[in-house]
């Protein structure tokens, strides 16, 4: 059991302090005329500005004090005012020296990859692979410690109304100080937290704001970024407001419709009790308003109460995967008859139900789960993914048939299930720390509450191969105390936990759904023994795979794209799809994992590797040969994929292995146009033949009923002559945010892929963008990801665009030397701003 020694430690780990809850509610900015009523107009009592632009940041050290601003040369960790906790933290302090940056940041990202002073050649792993060789740790502290440093004005008309910031995530164990005062600590790098300023601001001046950042330590044995990596937003309200990550839409779907039960915490921070009205109004999809109610009750000073309310929708459109209805409820807050607080929180109508004997269902409908897991970490930018990103991201899973995510391991950006709700992909939802100590519950409790909206989200995951607690009456007893918090805050949704082993045992029975990690073939017998309880593959497969990669090479740490390497815990994607394929009992499964990420570099565990393989994309998000084996068989379209390129000099008259991924009838395959034979496609596998190689073509023919349907080629190439350069989207959004995918591909004379080449690629940018990030999807390349250049790997590699506010066309060239250069544009369109702090 590998993943003992591995990961044991870190796994069973439950350290880290919680601290306040932070709302993930999309907010409106001026409150709309409240529904049923023509008085207070009152404009935006609510201001949600976006904190991320034009922040200064430096590197501190994390032993010396003297190279860390002074933090901790006085011993004051907890001064309560004064600058006294670092140099840093003075409003005086002069940081014309650091570095601008915006966030999202990862500053791991931009560090180099650094192999172990010590490593033991002879060892099968090094443990400095798990983090991807990035210099962090007790070894590195002059990269591990992170100082942001900001300010901003705050108008004297503040004063009265409630102001706190809000961090969607920063890795890890933060210290927020505004004027000198500490406003925050967190240690988790996964949750969201916030920081009420309220009583420390400076009203009618200037406010300095700085975040000492540690991540000495990590959470994780993947990569996991080190930086203020998600958003941060600067709240305003009035002093009666509705409680972050406190307002509820419920649904029960029956014959006579949805019987949503809407529910809002308001609390009075006022020194006067106050007559709320709760005025809550239903957004259909399609904008127009379908219901009102209201609810009203007094609230004392100081106090929080709950406004809860019943409506029945007669026809609701229900929230599906093949169209993802969502609706919006704006929540109107009045105190004394004065509108105070508008929310907007997005929801869904569906219904979802685990069965044991026959799986998954959505709205009634059996759906099995073809589903991939995933790290958060993206080519080019590290953790610190541009929201489009995860869009992106979620789309290319998509395009492959699959339609579920399972956030490992750690509750993701809210982005990502925003894009989930919005595209249509179901996700399990799983907490970084399995503990039911205060840091643990705490953890829980706030990716529940922010998340509990998402139609998307089907499942509470409350751990991963917890080694010390999967299989013991300790375990049993802090899941059943985590399942009551879950049960608390969502009664609607049950819970997994991934298990590796001792199915049966220990939080096995607690589990509303027990998870399989890998060992799919056991999932039969836990099934007969225990019938009364569903199953689910949480993790599955999976196989590793080098993009555009025949042959081994592990010098190189390279491994083949046929379907066919596995570490010793897994399998191959036909081994665990078979199973899970036929048995209708099984709710489906995740494929360990959709992208490979940095970090546990898998099958190589030691330097050169610095990326997993196990990804069915790679990390830039280009297709592996696998891709198109889960395209096959989950989703309706015709798919002919033939592996391997036909590039093999030297190799004449040898025979190459050829496989073709399809899920047609019957697929015969031409060398040079002469027949090497016809296969009938058993399903969920492929069809493979032995070729002896002669450079020309290889082509793939697809029958359905005996009439050709789809086929596929591959071509011997000339050498590299040019460069075709590509976009996902021709136009983006001038708000500073947005960013175009951008994919280089070496191609010959003809315009045919070299599938060799490693040409570098050098991108020059005119009109207002600039390139965020490259990559090429090699899990060896040592190349930085902050570059505006990059080697092309197996013919291809990717930069990141990101657009300025200014609107205009953005121009990009690629060029290398010896190839004919390409250029594109990408326009960048006016685009309404999201609010920010200027
Ligand atoms: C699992 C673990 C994952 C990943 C995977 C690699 O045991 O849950 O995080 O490490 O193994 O195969």
């Not at 709302?23 to 001026?30: G, K, M, P, S």
């Not at 009045?334 to 109508?349: E, H, N, S």
């Not at 970084?432 to 706030?446: F, K, P, Y």
Request: net charge negative; hydrophobic share 40%; glycine share 8%.
């Amino acid at each position: 059991m590998m993943n003992f020694t591995r990961r044991g430690l870190l796994q069973s780990t439950a350290a880290i302090s919680a601290a306040g809850s932070l709302n993930r509610i999309v907010t409106a900015q001026a409150a709309a005329e409240p529904p049923g009523t023509s008085e207070h107009a009152a404009p935006g009592p609510r201001e949600t500005l976006l904190l991320d632009f034009g922040w200064r940041f430096h590197l501190g050290h994390a032993q010396d004090p003297a190279r860390d601003f002074g933090f901790g040369l006085s011993q004051k960790t907890y001064a309560k005012s004064g600058a006294g906790v670092s140099d840093a933290a003075a409003p005086t302090f002069d940081d014309s020296g650091w570095a601008k940056i915006d966030l999202p940041h990862d500053w791991a990202v931009a560090l180099p990859f650094v192999p172990s002073a010590n490593a033991d050649p002879k060892a099968e792993e090094d443990p400095r692979a798990e983090h991807g060789f990035k210099p962090l740790g007790r070894e590195y502290p002059e990269t591990s410690i992170g100082w942001y440093r900001r300010s901003f004005a705050v108008p004297a008309s503040d004063l009265g109304r409630r102001l706190s910031l809000a961090f969607d995530g920063v890795f890890r164990d933060c210290m927020v100080v505004l004027n000198g005062h500490i406003v925050a600590t967190q240690s988790s790098g996964y949750v969201p937290f916030d920081a009420d300023i309220t009583d420390f601001v400076n009203y009618g001046g200037t406010n300095t704001l700085v975040v000492r950042v540690d991540a000495t330590l990590g959470e994780g044995w993947y990569y996991e970024g080190a930086g203020i990596y998600r958003h941060v937003w600067l709240v305003k309200t009035d002093a009666v407001h509705a409680v972050r990550d406190g307002t509820v839409v419920r649904s029960a779907v029956n014959a006579g419709g949805a019987q949503l039960s809407l529910s809002s915490e308001v609390v009075n921070r006022s020194d006067t009790p106050k007559t709320c009205q709760m005025r809550f109004a239903i957004e259909a999809p399609n904008g127009s308003q379908v219901r009102t109610a209201s609810v009203t009750a007094i609230v004392a000073p100081g106090q929080t109460k709950m406004f809860e309310k019943q409506l029945t929708l007669a026809a609701p459109q229900l929230w599906s995967l093949e169209s993802p209805a969502l609706y919006a409820l704006a929540a109107d807050v009045l105190a004394d008859g004065r509108v105070t607080d508008r929310i907007t929180t997005t929801f869904g109508i569906r219904t979802i139900r685990f069965d044991p004997a026959l799986g998954f269902f959505l709205n009634g409908k059996p759906v099995k789960l073809k589903g991939t897991c995933n790290h958060q970490d993206h080519v080019g930018v590290g953790s610190a993914l541009p929201d489009r990103i995860h869009a992106f991201r979620i789309e290319k899973l998509k395009e492959m048939g699959s339609n579920a995510y399972r956030t490992a391991h750690n509750p993701p950006a809210p982005e990502l299930l925003d894009a989930c709700d919005r595209l249509g992909m179901l996700v399990i939802d799983e907490t970084r720390t399995m503990s039911s100590d205060a840091e643990g519950i705490g953890q829980l409790t706030r990716m529940i509450r922010r998340d509990r909206n998402h139609p998307s989200v089907i499942l509470w995951s409350i751990g991963n191969e917890e080694q010390a607690q999967q299989g013991t009456e300790l375990g049993a007893r802090i899941a059943r105390s985590m399942k009551q918090v879950c049960t608390a805050l969502d009664p609607t949704r049950p819970i997994t936990a991934a298990m590796d082993h001792e199915w049966g045992k220990g939080i096995s029975p607690v589990l509303d759904v027990v998870g399989f990690n890998y060992r799919t073939d056991q999932i039969e017998p836990f099934h007969r023994q225990f019938p009364q309880q569903a199953t689910i593959g949480t993790e599955t497969g999976s196989t590793v795979s080098t993009r555009g990669c025949y042959v081994r090479d592990d010098a190189k740490g390279y491994v083949v794209a046929y379907d066919t390497e596995f570490p010793s815990w897994a399998s191959t994607a036909e081994a665990w799809w078979s199973i899970v394929a036929d048995r209708p009992y099984i709710a489906g499964g995740f494929v360990w994992t959709g992208f490979d990420y940095r970090g546990e570099p898998t099958p190589f565990n030691k330097w050169p590797s610095v990326s997993s393989q196990f990804g069915i994309m790679d990390t830039c998000g280009f297709p592996k040969d696998n891709y198109y084996y889960y395209q096959a068989w989950w989703q309706d379209r015709p798919v002919v994929h033939l592996l391997p390129h036909w590039n093999w000099p030297g190799r004449e008259g040898q025979a190459i292995k050829v496989w073709c991924h399809s899920n047609l009838d019957s697929v015969e395959l031409f060398l040079n146009g002469q027949s090497q034979g016809v296969r009938k496609v058993v399903a969920n596998t492929h069809v493979e033949w032995e070729v002896p190689y002669r450079a020309g073509a290889i082509e793939a023919k697809g029958y359905r009923n005996g009439a050709l349907v789809a086929s596929d080629r591959r071509e011997t190439t000339g050498p590299a002559a040019s460069i075709r350069l590509s976009a996902d989207r021709q136009t983006i959004d001038a708000n500073g945010e947005d960013v175009a995918m951008l994919m280089v591909e070496i191609v010959d004379a003809q315009g045919r892929v070299v599938p060799d080449a490693a040409d570098s690629i050098v991108f020059r940018i005119t009109g207002p963008g600039v390139v965020i990030g490259v990559g090429n999807g090699d899990p060896s390349s040592h190349e930085p990801d902050k570059a505006s250049q990059r080697r092309a790997f197996n013919g291809l590699c990717a930069a990141i665009v990101q657009a300025s506010r200014q609107p205009g066309p953005i121009r990009i060239e690629a060029t290398a030397p010896g190839l004919a250069s390409a250029a594109i544009v990408v326009a960048a369109q006016p685009a309404a701003q999201r609010p920010y702090v200027a």
